[in-house]
């Protein structure tokens, strides 16, 4: 594990040169700072990723976690609006519509499975997975076939039996793999189904911590980074004053950091099998 404090969060926002675009689509459910307990790291993950000149992002899917569906959607589609506005000229995906509860509850094939469908169809894709695994876990059972299409799927969960994850100063209050605990039976199917799966678990995450001081120094940077620190502030502040934190984890902006350079986020590895034998 590393504590590198911001320099991984600008080193990836920066969007460094690379020889090629790997292409990845990001499937996300964005709070992005709504109020004062909304996460605000799919805001961080989906600029990084955008800016970043090593990665190709073919397009935005939405599902519930974070927040309801619908409200994941148009916090995707301001985000990008956003973009737009500060950075003009940059390409941006489209963002559509997936899945609004678990997977067993789900009747239909939601608008966002069938357009990674066919980007799938198009070309191999790594899979940004930031919130429950319900529109992978989808593609995965409609379409097997596409399964040697699937480059990886970096999802932030990962959780070990017995294991606690505390934020602050508190003892009592602690997180729990929300990711998985969303949609278990999906996280289920993508780890039965043999695609390449990297976790970037909490306890990584914990590594990487943005303060006020980090926030001040990321609104120097440009409009659109000035605009993510204002986002990104009343959270900040929910962590400080209810438990005592000394600043937040972009957990989620580590799935594009890992694919930037892995090498820091790989340092163990552990055997999932026994977890559904």
């Known amino acids: 594990m590393f504590a590198i404090g911001l320099f991984l969060p600008l080193i990836v926002l920066s969007g460094l040169p690379h020889a090629t675009a790997s292409p990845v689509w990001i499937d996300a459910d964005p709070a992005c700072g709504l109020g004062m307990t909304d996460d605000v790291d799919d805001c961080w993950t989906i600029i990084a990723a955008i800016r970043s000149s090593s990665l190709h992002v073919a397009g935005v899917s939405t599902v519930f976690g974070n927040v309801q569906v619908d409200d ?129 678990p909490f306890e990584v995450g914990q590594q990487v911590i943005i303060t006020r001081r980090d926030l001040h120094v990321l609104e120097q940077q440009s409009s659109l980074d000035a605009w993510l620190s204002a986002r990104s502030a009343p959270w900040l502040e929910f962590l400080e004053h209810t438990l005592g934190a000394q600043g937040f984890s972009p957990f989620d902006l580590l799935a594009v950091a890992y694919l930037v350079d892995p090498s820091p986020l790989c340092q163990y590895q552990w055997d999932t099998s026994p977890l559904f034998n």
Do not use: W, Y
């Open 72 to 200: 994941a959607t148009d916090n995707a589609k301001a985000l990008l609006n956003a973009i737009s506005l500060h950075e003009p000229g940059r390409a941006l995906p489209p963002v559509h519509v997936g899945a609004g509860r678990p997977i067993k509850h789900v009747m239909d094939i939601p608008p966002a499975v069938m357009e990674l469908e066919a980007a799938r169809t198009e070309s191999s894709l790594t899979i940004f997975a930031l919130g429950p695994l319900t529109n992978v876990a989808i593609l995965i059972t409609h379409r097997p076939e596409l399964l040697p299409r699937i480059t990886a799927v970096v999802a932030v969960a990962g959780q070990r039996p017995s294991q606690v994850f505390h934020v602050g100063n508190t003892s009592i209050l602690h997180f729990h793999d929300l990711n998985v605990r969303k949609d278990p039976d999906a996280a289920e199917i993508v780890l039965r189904a043999g695609v390449p799966l990297c976790l970037i």
